[in-house]
């Protein structure tokens, strides 16, 4: 049981680690030679609509579920 909450909070970490660290670099498309300095590890809006598509497809199956 610990290993899995370990490897929960591990992810959840990663995850706050990399939206500050993202938050503090530039969220403009960088161009030139600035490119491969400035750019953001995750891209935000692409994360959120994946998010987004999950919960519903995770709202929809449990209704789909829940209605039998």
């Given at each position: ?27 403009t498309v960088a ?31 449990w209704v789909k579920l829940?209605?039998?």
């Amino acid at each position: 049981m610990r290993m899995f909450v370990g490897m929960i909070l591990g992810a959840l970490l990663l995850t706050a680690g990399i939206y500050v660290y993202d938050s503090s670099s530039t969220s403009t498309v960088a161009n030139g030679e600035a490119a491969s300095v400035n750019r953001t590890i995750v891209n935000w809006d692409v994360a959120a609509s994946e998010w987004n598509g999950l919960k519903t497809r995770a709202q929809d199956g449990w209704v789909k579920l829940s209605s039998k």
